[in-house]
């Protein structure tokens, strides 16, 4: 988003040096290639920008596995990839490998600048850049095993500590950081993330209709889209159904998202019969990605009443595509929404209700603002940002003469 990267590092002499040696190592591995991620997601779009934009003698070195490396294609001659024995297909094992084979490895690729999530156990020759996406071991903790829970606060600390910077894609996220980690601020350094315009645009609402109906969608309908984890928050999003049902019309609630919480998802399900409206609703499970599109294209609005994001890119998508948006006036949401949403208080019904019918009254200024604000979103700057964070790591690993 370029007008709005205040935190990207500020140009000077040495940060803007084109032409000089720089590999990159960028750790792909704690993405499953059988269950994708946002994550995942992220990579498959910023890989390709970041290659478009590499200054001759700076080299991208992502780490896959032979599980992940169909993923990701062939960017040029600048992209090489390093295989590991795994990724997350298995994660113990991937796990032992970051912090075992990562020390033996990745100085034979004369890596310079390290982009992860967290470091490896002994990190001998390259910068450290720490990509933080989200904070749940501390703001929801319930989304995470206890295995998880436990290794990620034991490891973000030390990370955190030893990192030259930290990109964080929200003023909410680093809120949280400084909160937990008590991170020296001038380690952050903010970039947005962004939405696929070639992908998520309007389209013939009429046609996206006729497609989505074969997953059991007959009459006009609101949105959810979503992981069905508990601080998504798609109970209290049922339970404001119920209440406002009456002035709904004929409207279905459709939920698109796989239930990783297994017991979360049956919970769902089980309140709907409760609350007397699971003729309303709809759960059609985990959906690809370009189906997606056309739930939000033939929507009358999406509701996304989480507790916590450090993002929400389901806003932005649903705003691309022409979709009204309600969403919470906590956390990241505001933030993002650019006030091109009706907010709502996520802990009442009465509140997503409302919010849900004021929406639905305004539906062509919503729309009208939700495309122009997720326009300001693009891979593009979202790439170029974070290039020259590694650039001003890496110039000032050469500053203080590092060795590889």
């Not at 075992?100 to 020759?125: C, E, G, I, K, W």
Request: aromatic share 8%.
């Amino acid at each position: 988003m370029q007008a709005r990267l205040e935190d990207r590092p500020r140009p000077s002499a040495t940060v803007s040096r084109r032409g000089a040696s720089l590999r990159v190592g960028v750790n792909l591995l704690p993405e499953d290639p059988f269950h994708p991620s946002g994550a995942q997601w992220f990579w498959t779009r910023m890989l390709p920008e970041m290659a478009k934009r590499l200054a001759p003698g700076e080299v991208l070195l992502p780490m896959v596995s032979p599980k992940s490396r169909h993923v990701y294609a062939d960017y040029g001659p600048s992209v090489r990839y390093i295989t590991y024995p795994w990724s997350n297909e298995h994660r113990n094992l991937r796990t032992l490998s970051e912090h075992l084979y990562s020390p033996l490895r990745l100085p034979l690729s004369h890596v310079d600048v390290l982009n992860t999530l967290m470091a490896p156990a002994v990190n001998p020759s390259w910068s450290l850049v720490i990509h933080m996406k989200t904070m749940h071991a501390y703001t929801t903790p319930r989304a995470l095993s206890p295995a998880a829970r436990a290794y990620r606060r034991l490891n973000y600390p030390r990370s955190a500590r030893l990192a030259e910077a930290i990109i964080i894609n929200s003023k909410s996220i680093r809120d949280d950081i400084e909160r937990h980690l008590h991170v020296d601020p001038a380690k952050l350094r903010l970039i947005y993330e962004a939405v696929d315009h070639a992908l998520f645009r309007p389209g013939d609402r009429s046609a996206a209709r006729s497609r989505v109906g074969r997953h059991g969608v007959t009459d006009p309908f609101v949105l959810f889209v979503s992981s069905l984890w508990p601080y998504k928050n798609c109970h209290g999003l049922l339970h404001a159904w119920a209440e406002a049902r009456d002035r709904l019309g004929d409207r279905q609630l459709v939920v698109v998202g796989g239930g990783k919480d297994l017991a979360y998802a049956a919970e769902l399900r089980s309140l709907a019969q409760e609350l007397g409206i699971a003729g309303d609703v709809v759960f059609t499970g985990a959906v690809p990605l370009e189906e997606t599109v056309t739930f939000y294209q033939a929507a009358d609005a999406l509701v996304y009443p989480s507790f916590s994001e450090t993002f929400g890119l389901p806003l932005l998508e649903a705003m691309a595509c022409g979709c009204p948006v309600v969403t919470s006036n906590v956390s990241a949401m505001p933030e993002i929404a650019g006030g091109a949403a009706v907010l709502c208080d996520p802990s009442r019904p009465s509140s997503i209700a409302g919010a849900l019918l004021d929406a639905l009254n305004a539906g062509d200024r919503l729309r009208d603002g939700g495309r122009r604000r997720a326009s300001q979103f693009t891979w593009a700057a979202t790439a170029a940002g974070t290039l020259e964070v590694y650039r001003e790591v890496g110039e000032r690993r050469r500053i203080r003469g590092l060795p590889r």
